[in-house]
């Protein structure tokens, strides 16, 4: 799915390239832990486990509605659980679904409010459903939960550049070549400065970060 920044089509074509970004992140694995605050541990009952496999596995051969289904029937049977309902929230943007997705992904935050991944997705739903505000009020909920979420950085800084905000976008894609360079990607870093220079050549995360990669 790609991303709706193009604020300026006569901007350079790797600037266009980059500011494509916006992939959902599901889960691993099926979780066995309960929702945050719900008291006492509980596993998640075999039969929606198992339902919540199959769709996982539908998944990751994009077959989407088939997922879509059995993420619903597990949720039917245990509606506490936020895997479920960040699966299906994935899921149901894959199938070109943005505010329903949104909805998902909102209760898979309310169930997991320590999940950065489920903000993080909550804040790309939002994005293609044109929500702005709140689509830059998750990435911040991401990156609050998980400073180093690199996709979260610098999804946010294509908002701030979406919205003509050069200096905030900079910042953002500061963090994120940081990050990368100090995860052991110098050519994604390298790219973070390369839109640096091409939005905000002045802005004093150029010379940052221009550092950073020097190193």
């Known amino acids: 799915m790609a991303h709706r920044y193009r604020r300026d089509p006569r901007r ?12 959902l992140l599901g889960t691993l694995g099926v979780s066995t832990a ?10 998640l009952p075999e039969e929606a486990r ?18 879509i289904a059995l993420y619903r029937d597990a949720i039917d049977m245990d509606p506490r ?24 992904l909102k209760r898979a935050t309310e169930l997991r ?12 739903a939002y994005a293609h459903s044109g929500e702005t505000r709140k689509e830059m009020e998750a990435y911040r909920e991401a990156i609050r939960l998980d400073p180093e979420h690199i996709s979260a950085h ?14 905030k976008a900079s910042r953002e ?9 100090e995860a052991g990607h110098p050519r994604m870093a390298r790219q973070m400065l390369q839109l640096i220079r091409e939005i905000a050549p002045d802005s004093e995360y150029r010379g ?8």
């Open 12 to 23: 350079g074509k790797g600037l266009q390239a980059y500011l494509m970004g916006g992939a």
């Open 34 to 43: 309960p929702a945050a605050g719900d008291g006492e541990p509980s596993p």
């Open 50 to 67: 198992n339902l919540l496999g199959h769709g996982q596995e539908y998944a990751r051969n994009h077959q989407w509605r088939a997922a």
């Open 81 to 104: 659980q936020a895997d479920a309902h960040l699966e299906l929230g994935v899921a149901l943007a894959q199938e070109d679904r943005p505010r329903a997705s949104a909805r998902a």
């Open 113 to 124: 409010p320590d999940s950065a991944k489920a903000f993080y997705n909550l804040g790309v």
């Open 154 to 167: 610098y999804n946010l800084g294509t908002a701030h550049w979406g919205e003509g905000r050069d200096g």
């Open 173 to 181: 894609f500061y963090e994120a070549g940081k990050l990368y360079q």
């Open 208 to 215: 940052r970060l221009e550092r950073v990669v020097e190193e």
